[in-house]
């Protein structure tokens, strides 16, 4: 819609309100452009970069000197403007902020009131000059023109108030006294303006009283009703020459009652801090807290956690459904917000989310206090809670930490209490536990670990090093065991007992295992064809559905025969095997593939898997074989180890020793049959290049 249609279309609707009620002394045609041209001043001035609320007094002016003089006319005006200018307009569309039509629609109503009385002045004056006739022809129209004055202020859309020089209300519309809750009361004439604001908003009304002087002033203050009930209005306040005979100048007062959006947006705000299910104060309301907390510490303060876990919540969930979750976790929070609701506490209790909440305690007075409060919660909620006529049973884990506000900052002090919620669940629940720093470290350590291995494989920062395995009847090199190495960025050198147990559980191991089996084949092909080279496999590699095509298509890529890799296993990875495992095993085996256990005799033995199982060979520990040839006579250790060859020699498996570091321990495995050894006296592990430029060549040269 162009600028021109809106202002005909808005021009023809106007024309209608005011001859519904009054009269113009113009022609049809002159009346509706004389209105079309009203209406586009007024659109330009409220839609352009700036407000320009000073049209809207004009405008009314020109309304009152063309005989648009009763309230009703001029209160249907105000409304059909309001209404028009409220709506979106352009393209795209815009709305106007209500704010600039408060100003103008205030301003036009201002500049109808005063031409209105400056007409009532001119009146007066000639009734000076007139006879006694000419007299009441004249206070007859001042009158008039006061009973126009009346109806306008009380047709208009907003709460007007006419105030004298001194602040006292001389005029109130019936808006303004619905506003002020009077409208069955005697009106307020002649009191003072700012005995109906709050006390507590009083000094913002005299401000806006004094700014008014020199100009129109706008606030938000709080009206108080007879009944004591508070109402949020916008206050704009105005000032204007009433003439010399008229007492000097008075002001004018709109009110627009916001009582209801102040409500929604203190709802808004209640809600955007506060758990809807439980009213605590929510994650968002915590962290402003505890940042608050941190800001205003003093240099020797404290500050204490308590972060809570209810134990089994979510068989709670599934067992009794979510409703049952919900009432739960409503008697919870009040449980506890009855433990820190001590006299003189000040701690605040807030719901995280789910079923974790925490206890905030500024100016902590040291470990013992916030200790004192996790063991509270624990008592608190000892006693089942009743949900739908059933008693449900509950305890809690709860981390505690306590520390000097210099020490810390509040997002290390969260994970340090999340991380001690950790430990007292791993240590079987419904217990407090306080936070280490030494096993924060550790931790700390082990999620670096955690989050940056795939990152560090992708990177080369992972190696291997072969160590040799020998013939223990001449000594000649049989193979060697490829050991995984990381050489960390941060961390330096990371051995593999730091990271493998992360792998497994995150399931990073099956590609770590992959990379580590397809490297060691390729540099074990360029051995010599007698030996073999040895690779761990875990027991979540041996779970994985494709590991028998993984180890096919690694060995026809690199060219190693099967026979020539040997896969280490332990004990308990063999017996946690189920038929899925076992058969991968015998199909890796038929492969020609070797099977060996690890760290034989260390874990729960259960040799009826020895029957089962295509093994091939056993690893001796190195604690067996550290505690042989130390006296003149066999100890019981030499016989074990004795025993364990003989064992293994019965079944047809060979052994390899591991951990051999003296000639005499060596000697001693041969004496009792061993097959193949491995430790620092036949080599330390060492990098691919180093074992084939001089490990390999040394060995070629002794055989």
Request: hydrophobic share 45%; aromatic share 6%; with cysteine.
């Amino acid at each position: 819609m162009t600028i021109e249609t809106e202002t005909a279309d808005l021009a023809d609707r106007w024309f209608a309100e005011i001859t519904a009620v009054d009269l113009l002394p113009l022609a049809v045609a002159d009346a509706r452009a004389w209105l079309a041209g009203l209406a586009a001043e007024l659109l330009r001035a409220v839609r352009g970069d700036s407000c320009q609320p000073e049209v809207g007094y004009d405008v009314g002016a020109r309304l009152a000197y063309g005989q648009v003089a009763s309230g009703e006319a001029l209160g249907r005006t105000v409304a059909l403007l309001g209404r028009h200018l409220a709506q979106p307009y352009g393209s795209p569309a815009r709305s106007l902020p209500n704010e600039r039509i408060m100003d103008l629609l205030g301003e036009l109503v201002r500049g109808h009131t005063e031409s209105l009385r400056e007409r009532a002045r001119d009146g007066q004056a000639a009734l000076r000059r007139a006879d006694r006739g000419a007299l009441v022809r004249a206070e007859r129209e001042r009158r008039i023109s006061q009973s126009r004055l009346n109806a306008i202020v009380n047709g208009a859309a907003l709460g007007v108030l006419v105030v004298d020089r001194a602040g006292r209300i001389l005029e109130a519309s019936d808006v303004a006294l619905d506003i002020l809750g009077l409208s069955t009361h005697r009106p307020p004439v002649s009191w003072p303006l700012h005995e109906i604001v709050h006390p507590a908003d009083r000094e913002i009304v005299a401000r806006l009283w004094q700014e008014a002087r020199h100009g129109r002033s706008r606030g938000e203050c709080r009206i108080l009703r007879p009944d004591g009930t508070p109402m949020w209005v916008v206050m704009t306040l105005s000032t204007t020459q009433a003439g010399a005979g008229a007492g000097g100048w008075f002001g004018v007062a709109t009110l627009e009652d916001i009582t209801e959006r102040h409500r929604l947006q203190e709802e808004v705000r209640f809600h955007a801090r506060h758990d809807p299910l439980t009213g605590l104060a929510n994650r968002a309301a915590f962290l402003d807290r505890l940042e608050t907390a941190f800001r205003e510490a003093g240099p020797s303060a404290r500050i204490g956690l308590c972060f809570l876990d209810i134990d089994r919540f979510k068989m709670i969930n599934e067992g009794f459904g979510y409703e049952a979750g919900d009432q739960l976790l409503v008697e919870v929070a009040r449980r506890l917000d009855r433990v820190v609701a001590a006299p003189g506490s000040v701690p605040t209790v807030a719901r995280m989310g789910g079923d974790e909440f925490v206890i905030l305690v500024p100016d902590s007075a040291g470990l013992d206090e916030i200790t004192a409060i996790a063991r509270r919660c624990l008592a608190a909620l000892r006693d089942p809670i009743r949900v739908d006529e059933r008693d449900l049973p509950i305890t809690c884990s709860i981390g505690v930490v306590e520390m000097a506000v210099a020490d810390t900052r509040p997002g290390d002090l969260v994970a340090a209490a999340d991380a001690s919620l950790t430990w007292a669940k791993r240590g079987g629940k419904n217990q407090w536990t306080a936070f280490d720093p030494d096993r924060g470290t550790r931790e700390a350590t082990r999620g670096l670990l955690s989050r940056s291995m795939s990152p560090g494989l992708a990177r080369g920062e992972f190696s291997l090093a072969y160590q040799p395995i020998v013939d223990l009847r001449d000594a000649t090199m049989a193979g060697a065991e490829a050991l995984l190495r990381w050489d960390h960025p941060h961390l330096g050198p990371t051995r593999p007992g730091e990271f493998i147990d992360l792998a497994e559980d995150s399931g990073f191991i099956v590609e770590l295992g992959q990379w580590v089996l397809e490297r060691a084949c390729e540099v074990a092909r360029d051995w010599p064809a007698h030996m073999f080279v040895s690779v761990n496999l875990s027991g979540r590699q041996l779970r994985e559905p494709g590991l028998v095509k993984v180890v096919e298509r690694i060995l026809a890529r690199t060219g190693l025969p099967a026979q020539r890799l040997q896969l280490e296993l332990t004990e308990s990875v063999l017996m946690d095997s189920g038929g899925r495992q076992v058969g991968a095993l015998h199909e890796l085996n038929a492969l020609g593939v070797r099977i060996v256990i690890d760290d034989f005799g260390t874990g729960w033995s259960n040799f009826a898997y020895l029957s089962t199982m295509p093994v091939r060979g056993l690893k001796l520990a190195g604690l067996f074989v550290a505690k042989l040839g130390k006296g003149t006579e066999p100890s019981r250790d030499d016989h074990l180890v004795e025993a364990i060859v003989e064992f293994a020699r019965k079944l047809r498996l060979s052994v390899t020793a591991e951990g051999i570091e003296t000639s005499e321990q060596a000697a001693a495995l041969r004496a009792f049959g061993a097959d193949l050894g491995q430790g620092h006296l036949f080599g330390e592990p060492v990098s691919a290049g180093e074992f084939a430029a001089t490990t390999l060549p040394r060995a070629c040269a002794a055989s």
